[in-house]
């Protein structure tokens, strides 16, 4: 599918506490079909609280909204000149529009770091696909549960 970004008018902004509740949402919609396609939905993203979710926005994350309505997310933290990007999310009705890409490279950007790493299921292929595009190599996998791998991958800051 060809990206519809530029018809879609989208504004980027921190995430804090006060939209939590929103996030929260648009998380367990995005994740719900991660959920299915594992079959499990005790997947973290589904099961965290807000009070959790509240303090895991004191650190870094940006938004993107179309009006009023959140309609994709992403959190990171840093650890030397290396961030841990976690938590890509967008609304499931709005994937394949570029949101994803935008989030992903403002991440990078707002970061500052040198190195990326963040992770997702290994089947997972879109998502898998979408960060290989972005330069990102896979350098591990590890074992969660019985079915489930984590699929790490890296790249460098060009």
């Known amino acids: 599918m060809e990206s519809s970004e530029a ?3 989208m504004t980027e902004r921190p995430l804090d506490e006060q939209v939590a509740g929103e996030l929260l949402t648009l998380q367990r919609a995005a994740y719900a079909t991660e959920a299915q396609l594992y079959r499990d939905p005790n997947l973290p993203a589904l099961t965290q609280s807000l009070d959790d979710l509240r303090r895991e926005l004191r ?13 994709g997310a992403v959190r990171w933290t840093v650890d030397g000149d290396e961030a841990h990007i976690g938590r890509l999310t967008v609304a499931p009705d709005l994937q394949g529009r570029g949101i994803g890409t935008r989030l992903l490279r403002a991440a ?9 790493e963040l992770f997702t299921g290994h089947l997972s292929v879109a998502n898998i696909r979408l960060y290989e ?5 896979i350098t591990r996998r590890e074992p969660l549960h019985d079915g489930v791998d984590l ?7 060009s």
């Open 151 to 157: 699929v790490f991958m890296r790249k460098q800051a």
């Open 7 to 9: 018809t879609l008018p």
């Open 59 to 71: 650190g870094p994350g940006l938004g993107l909204w179309h009006g009023p309505r959140l309609v």
């Open 108 to 116: 990078e950007r707002a970061s500052g770091a040198s190195v990326f």
């Open 133 to 137: 595009r972005e330069g990102y190599a």
